[in-house]
């Protein structure tokens, strides 16, 4: 067991950073039910947004749309 942490001593920054990542990263994944239950408490139940679909939206917002929905194409024709 000596051998393996001696051999570990010239990459401790890398283990540290490593071991920092790791925490971000169970820290976020533990977050996110948070930020869920927020979005539908505060956004859709509690009428944070009164209607899902805008009245207008501007010609680039349409054409950014356009890009990821085909269906557009369909309704334009």
């Known amino acids: 067991m ?22 971000v990263q169970v820290w976020c994944e533990l977050a996110m039910p948070q930020y869920t239950l927020n979005i539908i408490d ?8 009164e209607h899902v679909i805008p009245e207008q939206i501007t010609t680039e917002e349409f054409e950014m749309a ?11 024709a």
């Open 42 to 49: 505060v956004g859709i139940i509690n009428s944070g947004v």
């Open 66 to 76: 356009k890009l990821y929905n085909s269906q557009f194409e369909e309704v334009m």
């Open 2 to 23: 000596k051998r393996i942490f001696r051999n570990m001593i010239p990459y401790w920054k890398t283990i540290i950073l490593i071991v920092l990542m790791l925490m």
